[in-house]
Each structure stands twice: as C-alpha cells, then as structure tokens.
C-alpha cells in the first residue's frame, strides 16, 4: 500500500483544514487507518485513528472535539477535517496504514508502529 498525504497548509488559529490520504491497492478496506503529526524537536505523536469499515474512531485528548477521521473505502481515502486550530497543531503530518485484526481502531496504533506510512504534509498555524 502506498500513501500520499494532502492538504496542508498555513491557517491563522481558529481556521479550519482539511488533510486527505489517497492510499494505491485494492486492499485499502483491510487497513485500521491513523494519523499521526510531528513538530519540530519533538516526538512524533497519535492524532486520530479509525476502523478498518469506519465503525470506530479514537483521538488524542488534544484534538477530541476538533479533529474528525473519516474513510470511503470506495475511495481509497482517509480525511482528517482539522477545526478551531491553534498554534499547537503546528507540525507535519503523517497517514499512516496497519493491517487490521479488529473491528476497534484504538487496538491497532497503540505502539505508533504502522505497516505503512505516507510521506507527510505541513500544517502550519499561525497565531
């Protein structure tokens, strides 16, 4: 599976954004879905994951409420739909794919390892 991430760009705090991940193969529908962020000096760290049929999500304390995950597996795509942002969410950010072997998208990333991973957009917010 490849993955090509989409999307970001500069937003003043309080703007919106929405980050897309187009994934290649037709086993897309297998895949537990994430993604991931790092800014600068520091660790790369879990954003927002979903289910492999998108029965189930699960999100970083610091997003819930923000951030919603979405898949179309007809699509072969993973959206990320970034409000009310702020200067914290500043960093680059990463689709990542793990073959799924359950129905619970918080079982599947809970290490940060992932079987594939997409090249990463800058999200930048300005204050």
């Known amino acids: 599976v490849q993955l090509q991430a989409s999307g970001g760009g500069l937003v003043q705090a309080g703007g919106s954004l929405r980050l897309s991940c187009a994934a290649s193969g037709r086993t897309f529908s297998t895949y537990a879905m994430a993604w991931f962020r790092q800014a600068p000096g520091k660790e790369r760290e879990f954003v927002a994951a979903?289910?492999?049929?998108?029965?189930?999500?699960n999100y970083a304390d610091s997003v819930k409420g923000r951030f919603t995950i979405s898949r179309d597996n007809a699509k072969n795509t993973v959206t990320l739909t970034m409000n009310s942002l702020i200067p914290a969410d500043t960093a680059v950010y990463y689709c990542a794919a793990r073959r799924a072997y359950s129905d619970y998208a918080g079982d599947h990333f809970p290490d940060h390892r992932a079987d594939y991973w997409g090249q990463g957009t800058q999200v930048t917010v300005s204050s």
């Open positions: 979903i289910s492999w049929n998108g029965g189930d999500t």
